[in-house]
């Protein structure tokens, strides 16, 4: 419909230059890359869905241009997140937060515990915010982290200058709930990173 067509173009047209616009399902990600591609609208945005990033052939997708955007920037290499591989890693109790490289560095070459997963000892991660010494706090209040959301930590932590955009709050009964501190009300449909 004109109405969801015209939300999707705002929100496309609020996002800054080479943004990556984070979708939080279909109902928003299918009107967006309708305009873009059949459109060829605010192409320089690189749209990912937050929903799929659990599935290794979207994240290697969010790591390739897309449109005339420039490719998402991720550390972990494709063995890292392949098939079910890094699913969820558990997470620890120690007191200090880790600095989101040793995530990185267990993801890549921690040891696989007796339930076939990785284990992070802390729970708590920082994350470089931008260039110099700008950081992210963020904690899991579970005792798990799951792969989409490791994935979109990963992002955030190579964003480089890059903002990040979304429709809504990234959740309110989810681990992505203490990140929404981060966001900025830019529109009525959007919030920019």
């Not at 063995?79 to 990185?104: I, K």
Request: proline share 6%; with cysteine; net charge negative.
């Amino acid at each position: 419909p004109d109405t969801i067509e015209a939300k999707a173009r705002r929100m496309l047209e609020k996002c800054p230059s080479d943004a990556i616009l984070l979708s939080l399902g279909d109902n928003d990600f299918y009107p967006i890359l309708y305009l873009q591609q059949h459109f060829h609208f605010r192409t320089d945005v690189h749209l990912i869905n937050r929903n799929l990033l659990g599935l290794d052939r979207f994240i290697y997708m969010a790591g390739q241009p897309q449109f005339q955007s420039r490719p998402i920037r991720m550390s972990v290499s494709p063995q890292d997140y392949e098939g079910h591989r890094n699913d969820f890693l558990l997470l620890g109790d120690r007191s200090t937060a880790m600095p989101f490289a040793e995530v990185l560095d267990t993801i890549e070459k921690g040891h696989l515990g007796d339930n076939g997963a990785r284990r992070l000892p802390a729970s708590e991660f920082i994350l470089q915010k931008g260039p110099g010494n700008d950081t992210l706090h963020f904690r899991e209040n579970k005792y798990y982290i799951l792969k989409t959301d490791w994935a979109l930590l990963d992002i955030l932590n190579n964003l480089h200058g890059r903002r990040l955009a979304c429709e809504t709050p990234l959740g309110d009964s989810d681990s992505m709930l203490p990140l929404n501190a981060y966001f900025k009300q830019v529109d009525d449909y959007l919030l920019v990173y």
